[in-house]
Each structure stands twice: as C-alpha cells, then as structure tokens.
Nanobody, 123 residues
Framework: QVQLAEFGGGLVQAGGSVRLTCAAS?????MGWFRQAPGKEREFVAA????????DYADSVKGRFTIRRNSAKDTVYLQMDSLRPEDTAVYYC???????????????????WGQGTQVTVAP
C-alpha cells in the first residue's frame, strides 16, 4: 500500500514558477503527475521511472516543466516554469508499482493517487 501527499500548489502570475512535491509512503514504483482542469478530462503531465532517471513529458509542458525524484525514491518534484493560464488545474501525483520497466501516460496504469493540489495561473 502506498499513500501520497502533495504540497506546493497555489496562485501564480503567468510566466511565474511553482514547485509541486509529492511524498510517498511505502515503496513507490514509477511516479507521475496528472492534471485536471474544470470541465476537462484528466491528462498526463510527466512521469519518472523508479530505478533510473528516465522521464516523459506531455508535449504541452515539455521544456517548461521538470520532474525529479529524490535519492530515496520516495519523493517526486514537479518544477513548473513559464506557467501559462492554460496550466491552471488540479494536479495529482500518482504511482504505478506494476510496470517497473516502462513509464506510462495512461492514468489507468497508476493504482495510487494523491488528493490533488490546485494550481491557478493568473493572466
């Protein structure tokens, strides 16, 4: 069983930066970030493998967002720079402990989810 706690959301001006933190209990596998804007489906943002620093990013955030993991592999960070109003969403941390060999963009691959943290980007 893995439990997740997210921190770091808030209100920021366009062009600004926010760092999200997700702390996991247990032995988390691959970790990812998803987001859901009002009236939209949840979408993949970024993910990182547990056992090596392989990462994947949605095209909409590539070059602006960076996902990292601490050496203990129980905390993942999402550094979000050059934020845009369209980045406004609830951001969720998730863990996939069943597929260690590849990271997935499908939310169905992740069996543990955090409660979500709101990020609002003002124009």
């Amino acid at each position: 069983q893995v439990q997740l706690a997210e921190f770091g959301g808030g209100l920021v001006q366009a062009g600004g930066s926010v760092r999200l933190t997700c702390a996991a209990s247990g032995r988390p596998g691959n970790m990812g970030w998803f987001r859901q804007a009002p009236g939209k489906e949840r979408e993949f943002v970024a993910a990182i493998r547990r056992n090596e620093p392989t990462t994947d990013y949605a095209d909409s955030v590539k070059g602006r967002f960076t996902i990292r993991r601490n050496s203990a592999k129980d905390t993942v960070y999402l550094q979000m720079d050059s934020l845009r109003p369209e980045d406004t969403a609830v951001y969720y941390c998730a863990v996939d402990s069943r597929n260690p060999w590849q990271i997935s963009r499908a939310d169905g691959a992740y069996e543990y989810w955090g409660q979500g943290t709101q990020v609002t980007v003002a124009p």
